[in-house]
């Protein structure tokens, strides 16, 4: 028989009382070992291998994290082989993955652990936390799972477990940041092993307390869950309307050379920073034909007509949504850039660059490569 937690009248915000969160760590515990999904990254406790899995994981799909997770560690298997990796290496082994600029922290993060911390992650979510790229969830996320230490870890998922649990209504976007989440989440992982518990109340949020119609008869603190009891599930988180994206628009130049197209790669800063694109001029607003002025600011020479393929490629990024729409115009330089100091590379069809490749450029350059096989 179980045992009764705390008054379920109650809405502690300042974490859980002891009983609670006793019950929640003996509810979670055999749940979790009984039913945990197989993932490459949970047959490994070594940190550097947890490190990589979680940043990977974040935004990101687990399914798709699958694909990439194996193979990186394959090419990378240590932090010292990470920091003595090239920058356009990680970014190509990153190629498809999204928000590269998790694969360039990452990569700054392992040069700083191999320079000053002798190649060792440290064992504390606060010596982690001053490492590149390392925030207090994944902190938390590295401590637990690799070192089984009671440092909490409040991700999206986590939140919502323990917002519902609790029947705390806070808005989604304040959850993970909340005091009281942090400290109930700590107050659970000291009641067991932090290594299952916290991973514990990621699963459960990511397969039966999901953000919409969470599985309440498969869950295995529904017996004391105050959402539940209350009939509220559906309105924990607070949810608040989110503005839309905005819109930006490009022309993206597929300049065509001898059966070629040209790649240049981005500048350090910025979207897809350093990744290979086609060149991508701005769209002025209420503009529908390219614009060849703009065009010749960074392209030399007698260009061809240009002619737009295609409906644009739509991209979404977390903040806004690119249309792209794609141009196609032969050069006959085979250095047709005003700007001789941008890196470029001449790409045929099948072939890829030395360097990260996004999604993106992929989508841009199979709208050219059919064009050009009709
Ligand atoms: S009982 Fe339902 S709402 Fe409560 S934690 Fe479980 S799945 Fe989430």
């Known amino acids: 028989m179980s045992r009764k937690p705390g008054s379920a009248a109650s809405k502690p915000r300042r974490g ?3 009983e609670r969160a006793q019950w929640v760590a003996s509810a979670l515990t055999p749940w979790f070992l009984a039913t945990q999904r197989d993932l490459s990254w949970r047959r490994t406790r ?34 010292g082989t990470l920091a003595a990796a090239e920058t356009d290496e990680v970014l190509a082994a990153w190629s498809g993955l999204g928000y590269y600029r998790r694969a360039r922290l990452l990569h700054q993060g392992a040069k700083l652990v191999v320079a000053e911390l002798g190649a060792q992650l440290p064992r504390d979510a606060e010596g982690l936390r001053r490492i590149p790229g390392i925030g207090a969830y994944t902190a938390g996320a590295i401590a637990s799972i690799a070192y089984d230490q009671p440092e909490p870890l409040v991700d999206g998922n986590v939140a919502r477990v323990l917002a519902r ?14 005091p009281w989440l942090w400290d109930g989440c700590a107050a659970i992982l000291r009641e067991g092993s932090p290594r299952i518990l916290g991973q514990a109340l990621m699963e459960l ?14 869950c295995p603190l529904a017996e004391h869950c ?3 009891a209350a009939g509220v599930t559906a309105e924990i988180p607070a949810v608040r309307e989110r503005a839309a994206s905005p ?3 490009w022309w993206a130049l597929a300049l065509m050379h001898d059966d070629a197209v ?25 503009s529908t034909v390219p614009d060849r002025t703009a065009v010749a600011a960074i392209v030399m ?25 794609v141009v196609v115009a032969s050069v006959r330089s085979a250095t047709p850039l005003r700007d001789p100091l941008t890196p470029q590379t001449w790409l045929r069809e099948h072939e890829r660059p030395a360097g990260g490749l996004p999604t993106l450029t992929r989508k841009l350059l199979a709208r050219v490569w059919a064009q050009a096989t009709v």
């Open 46 to 79: 070594d940190p550097y291998a947890v490190w990589v899995s979680e940043v990977m994981l974040q935004q990101t799909r687990v399914e798709t994290v699958e694909r990439y997770w194996s193979e990186f560690i394959t090419r990378f298997p240590d932090v």
């Open 301 to 325: 020479g007698k260009l061809g007509s240009l002619r737009p393929i295609g409906a644009p490629v739509v991209h979404v990024f977390t903040h806004r949504r690119w249309e792209v729409h």
């Open 247 to 249: 819109t930006e628009r």
């Open 165 to 178: 649990f609790e029947a705390v209504a806070t808005p989604s976007e304040q959850l993970a940041t909340a």
């Open 226 to 228: 105050r959402a539940k």
């Open 262 to 286: 040209l790649l240049v790669q981005r500048g350090e800063a910025g979207l897809l920073a350093r990744m290979w694109c086609l060149p991508l001029v701005a769209i002025p607003e209420a």
């Open 16 to 18: 859980f009382d002891r």
């Open 205 to 218: 949020g990511a397969t039966v307390c999901t953000p919409r119609a969470p599985r309440c008869a498969a």
